[in-house]
């Protein structure tokens, strides 16, 4: 089993929707949970992190994580064509420490 | 704040040169930096992590003496690659993991595009 799994995609949305974008991971220590945005050709740039239950909003986006179920998600309410690029999970396992462990990511296109 | 910056953006050069690539945390210190290698249409690749002041730790099947990391203060990394040829061309990002609050996330550099010819 993937350490962190991620629908490759892509997720194709019209602008305007919702986009949802999933996450798994497997181990259940983990302590903390980000979201990165990579648009092509370009580096991870850090949109959210999340670290309790629940949801966790900032502007457009919503983080949601369920630590029992060991999921944690990403909503981009009103979506638009800007926000297509890779969405990558990670996962911190370790309090205090910096590494992450990445999922694969997933393409999210937003229609005009 | 948590700004990562990458020199050069660019390279290209000769089979057989050794390449520096600087990655420099401007404005927080970085306990633990990482270096990253991308090809076109893949995932992120971890190559190696370093902590300031010791020894960098290399991922399995990343060659240690081809890819030679520094980490010689909390605010610069350097990764040389040694000799090099076609095959490591590539996109090379480096991040930072900070102190305090910033200490359990990662804040990426804008990369660098490495072309060997």
């Known amino acids: 089993q993937k350490e962190v799994e991620q629908n490759s995609g892509p997720l194709s949305v019209p602008e305007g929707a919702i986009a949802s974008l999933n996450c798994t991971y497997s181990d259940r220590g983990s302590q903390s949970f980000f979201w990165y945005r990579q648009y092509s050709g370009k580096s991870p740039e850090l949109i959210m992190s999340?670290?309790?239950?629940g949801d966790k909003e900032d502007g457009r986006f919503t983080a949601q994580l369920n630590k029992a179920s060991q999921y944690v998600s990403l909503l981009i309410r009103d979506s638009q064509p800007s926000d297509s690029a890779t969405y990558l999970c990670a996962v911190n396992r370790r309090s205090g420490y910096s590494t992450l462990t990445f999922g694969k990511g997933t393409m999210l296109l937003v229609s005009p | 704040g948590a700004v990562v910056s990458q020199h050069p953006s660019w390279v290209i050069c000769k089979s057989g040169t050794s390449v520096k690539i600087e990655c420099r945390s401007l404005?927080?210190?970085?306990?633990?930096m990482f270096w990253y290698r991308q090809f076109p249409k893949q995932s992120l690749m971890l190559m190696a992590t370093s902590n300031e002041g010791s020894k960098a730790t290399y991922e399995q099947g990343v060659e240690k003496d081809k890819f030679l990391i520094n980490h010689a203060s909390l605010t610069l990394s350097t990764l040389t690659v040694t000799s090099a040829h076609p095959e490591d061309s590539s996109f090379y990002i480096c991040?930072?993991?900070?102190?305090?609050?910033?200490?359990?996330?990662?804040?990426f550099g804008p990369g660098t595009r490495l072309l060997v010819l």
């Open positions: 999340i670290y309790s239950n």
């Open positions: 404005d927080f210190q970085a306990t633990t």
């Open positions: 991040s930072a993991g900070g102190t305090g609050g910033r200490q359990e996330t990662q804040y």
